[in-house]
């Protein structure tokens, strides 16, 4: 049986790499830079409104927005979304600055979503009719 890692099966791409040298010719790629991200946007109608060439595909007010807060000007996002589901919630939350994002998603058993005085949706837990 051959070792996959043996220097026979490294590409000579990655060879040079590993050595340290410089890569004997440069490619060049055209990098296509996107426009400013919109950290504003709270569901698929607020997206259809703000992003002109935005594909929508499937449902995508699933999840409803329950908190968000975000910054243009520091490139950072953090927001909070529910999904009704038999038996409770999924709870996704978001965190992104600049170019790096990280999620976190979860069930929350014996939960459901409700309207505030407000009109805002926030997570309760399931109330017995009596």
């Not at 968000?68 to 909070?80: D, E, I, Q, V, Y």
């Not at 009109?119 to 309760?124: A, C, R």
Request: with cysteine.
């Amino acid at each position: 049986m051959t070792n996959p890692l043996s220097e026979q099966n490294v590409p000579e791409s990655l060879k040079n790499i590993e050595t340290g040298t410089k890569p004997s010719k440069t490619v060049k790629q055209d990098v296509k830079i996107e426009s400013a991200k919109d950290y504003t946007v709270v569901s698929s109608e607020d997206l259809k409104n703000k992003v002109s060439d935005v594909e929508v595909h499937g449902n995508p007010d699933l999840f409803v927005c329950i908190a968000k807060a975000s910054s243009k000007s520091g490139r950072w996002m953090k927001s909070t979304k529910v999904m009704e589901v038999p038996g409770g919630c999924v709870l996704q939350v978001t965190t992104q600055q600049g170019d790096n994002i990280a999620e976190a998603v979860t069930f929350v058993p014996g939960t459901m979503l409700e309207k505030d005085t407000n009109g805002n949706y926030k997570l309760v837990q399931y109330r017995r009719a009596n």
